[in-house]
């Protein structure tokens, strides 16, 4: 397993920006496929989007498509999550998660796909 612990949530308006990161320690960053999921108030956690191993691929949920962005740094063993144009409705908690680098190819992006989760982060978006 990799240990994951993220950074960067907080308070923002509607409209505004806020920048989520995620260390990973413990196994092989590069390993890893990576994933942000969410989960707000009385729902399900869902899944936010992945990016793969090497960083050059990714995978965006509809919803956020075009207003979030994920990224890597193998070298720093960390994941990134900028959020722009961000709505109320993007309030959740903000969880990282890791998987073995073949998930994403074959797009496993269920929970249960991911091994290793970090605590999460809140992220309040208000109108």
């Known amino acids: 397993q990799v240990q994951l612990v993220e950074s960067g949530g907080g308070l923002a308006q509607a409209g505004g920006s806020l920048s989520l990161s995620c260390a990973a320690s413990?196994?092989?960053?590069?390993?890893?496929?990576m994933a942000w999921f969410r989960q707000a108030p009385g729902k399900e956690r869902e899944f936010v989007a992945a990016?793969?191993?090497?960083?050059?691929?990714?995978y965006y949920t509809d919803s956020v498509k075009g207003r979030f962005t994920i990224s890597r740094d193998n070298a720093k063993n960390t994941v990134y999550l900028q959020m722009n144009s961000l709505k109320p409705e993007d309030t959740a908690v903000y969880y990282c998660a890791a998987a073995p680098a073949d998930n994403f190819y074959l797009r496993r992006y269920r929970e249960v796909d991911f091994g290793s989760w970090g605590q999460g982060t809140q992220v309040t978006v208000s109108s």
């Open positions: 413990g196994r092989t960053f590069s390993n890893y496929a």
């Open positions: 990016i793969s191993w090497s960083g050059v691929n990714t």
